[in-house]
């Protein structure tokens, strides 16, 4: 079955410095969105990516986040200059329609750990 | 407004007990989808199940059933006799259709042999 994939599975970084999250969506995959869990809170949505642009974002989402596709395959999540709230588990999810119902994919998490 | 409620926030069994895990959302879209996702310790978001608004019938799936009453707006969970394999975090999701998910708080669930 496919998968999406995220990595790195962990990342340690200083406060600071700039980070890219990296995730590999279901190649027939339409929708696009980013989500953040702060350790033993709930699952935050952050952003959509719909048609190469962002067709929704949460309050959280501000201008030290963005999102692109580079390459036409690859969804990144860059932090510009992380802080210490940042640290989380950053889970991709994408999304095909599926015979009219919402197939949501998540990927495995990326863990990142702002010091 | 979108929003999940899970006002369980740890429930304790013993191997075996069946245990019920409540959801309770709020939508004011008639197209809406719930789900349940099931977070191991490892992290990751295991898919459980996604119910469609137009549909309330009831799923069972081995020893997980779930109970949808649009009536009382809520998605609840059943395990029929739980493991020791079954204690994760569990998390109820809300979507108004393809849109983002809208999760609740979670419920951990803790089952000792």
């Known amino acids: 079955e496919p998968e999406v994939t995220q990595t790195p599975s962990h990342q340690v970084t200083q406060m600071g410095q700039e980070v890219i999250l990296r995730c590999v969506p279901i190649?027939?995959?339409?929708?696009f969105y980013w989500y953040r869990q702060i350790l033993g809170q709930k699952v935050e949505f952050l952003v959509s990516f719909y048609n190469n642009e962002i067709s929704e974002k949460s309050e959280i989402f501000d201008d030290q986040f963005s999102v692109e596709r580079p390459d036409g395959s690859n969804f990144t999540l860059k932090i510009r200059s992380t802080k210490l709230e940042d640290s989380a588990m950053y889970f991709c999810a994408t999304v095909v329609l599926a015979g009219g119902h919402n197939e949501q994919f998540f990927g495995p998490g990326t863990r990142l750990t702002v010091l | 407004a979108q929003k999940v409620t899970q006002a369980q926030t740890e429930i304790s069994v013993v191997e075996k007990e069946d245990v019920t895990l409540d959801c309770v959302y709020e939508t004011r879209d008639t197209t809406y989808y719930l789900f349940w996702y099931k977070q191991p310790p490892s992290g990751e978001l295991v898919f459980l199940i996604r119910?469609?608004?137009?549909?309330?019938q009831n799923e069972i799936s081995g020893r997980y059933s779930w109970n949808f009453q649009k009536s009382t707006s809520s998605f609840n969970f059943t395990i029929t006799a739980s493991q020791v394999v079954d204690s994760a975090v569990y998390f109820c999701?809300?979507?108004?259709?393809?849109?983002?998910?809208?999760f609740g708080t979670g419920t951990r669930l803790l089952v000792s042999p």
């Open positions: 190649s027939n995959h339409l929708y």
């Open positions: 119910r469609n608004s137009f549909d309330e």
């Open positions: 999701a809300l979507s108004e259709d393809f849109q983002k998910l809208v």
